[in-house]
């Protein structure tokens, strides 16, 4: 995919180092019960990579080593993996604060039915995505019935205390733009949201967190396809924003892959980025990090743009 998209050309983005790591991103597999349009990942039903047990101790061994304190598990369907419940589980008697990337239609599957009542026992937070309150947007962007599906999701999660002041369990809600464009301002679009989902389907939730389509993966291929990359990247170059570089995501966060190789972000990740100026590293092999430079390239003036973004929204 690197070698399809234009990304090699020489970037002017700003170098930029870490700081201390506080949070590890693992990428549990590429599985998931959905095809996505926006998908990053490029995930889908017939993803067969899949981070096996040992990887997952390794995972763990890390977070031990290096005394990090939240820990964000995604995919694909992270809850896909085999081995789900036991590293949150895990986690979870260490101490850590841990997040499941969850895209809610998963929670009715067959298979899955007790999850979100496992997810409330181990007190995870959940991070769901709902690129939009509407059905035909939903519908659009996911396959059709997913709109239906996160709905029940949402109302079973409310249930369990999921998204009530003062539960301790924490339901955030992520919106992505249908397409080229930059996202809304966030509180506005929060306000929107649950005002619309409570008064439909009485649906509460903590937050919103409104991210940039970054131009990798599937969502790169169809900027590429409709003539729109360019076009994008100029978007995304022309609103970029100096002030966002303190709190993008890289600087405190580390990527992990199905197979325990790290990366400075997620999007790194899929595009198979190396951490820093090293070569492919595993995690096993990550000592001090703290200081060492990002690497970067085009994409990433999509977490600097407009209101910047990051896995917990918007950063300014």
Avoid at 77 to 102: S, T, W
Avoid at 167 to 184: D, E, K, R, W
Avoid at 199 to 217: E, K, M, R, S
Wanted: one cysteine or more.
């Amino acid at each position: 995919m690197l070698d399809s998209l234009p990304y090699l050309k020489n970037t002017d983005f700003p170098a930029i180092t870490r700081n201390k790591l506080e949070i590890l991103q693992v990428n549990l597999g590429y599985l998931c019960n959905l095809s996505c349009t926006h998908c990053h990942v490029n995930a889908g039903p017939k993803r067969t990579e899949l981070m096996e047990k040992a990887t997952v101790d390794e995972v763990l061994m890390f977070i031990d080593q290096q005394g990090i304190q939240t820990l964000d598990l995604t995919g694909g369907a992270p809850e896909m993996n085999p081995h789900f419940r036991y590293i949150v589980a895990e986690a979870a008697r260490r101490g850590l604060k841990v997040i499941d990337r969850c895209n809610l239609v998963i929670l009715l599957e067959e298979g899955y039915q007790d999850m979100a009542t496992f997810l409330a026992e181990q007190q995870v937070e959940i991070v769901a995505s709902l690129p939009c309150y509407l059905q035909d947007n939903v519908d659009k962007q996911r396959g059709k019935g997913t709109f239906d599906a996160s709905i029940i999701a949402l109302q079973q999660l409310n249930t369990l205390g999921y998204g009530e002041v003062d539960s301790g369990l924490i339901l955030n809600l992520v919106f992505n733009p249908q397409g080229a464009t930059l996202p809304p301002e966030q509180q506005a679009l929060e306000q929107d949201y649950k005002k619309h989902l409570y008064a439909h389907f009485g649906i509460v939730f903590n937050h919103l967190f409104a991210l940039t389509n970054l131009p990798v993966q599937r969502f790169g291929s169809v900027l590429l396809s409709t003539g729109q990359f360019e076009p994008y990247m100029n978007l995304l170059r022309s609103n970029y924003q100096a002030a966002n570089l303190e709190k993008v995501m890289c600087r405190n966060t580390l990527s992990v892959d199905w197979q325990g190789f790290v990366y400075d972000c997620d999007f790194n990740q899929m595009l198979k980025l190396p951490l820093g100026n090293e070569p492919k590293t595993h995690i096993r092999q990550v000592t001090e990090l703290k200081g060492k430079a990002i690497n970067t390239l085009q994409h990433c003036y999509g977490c600097t743009a407009g209101q910047g973004s990051s896995c917990t929204g918007v950063i300014n």
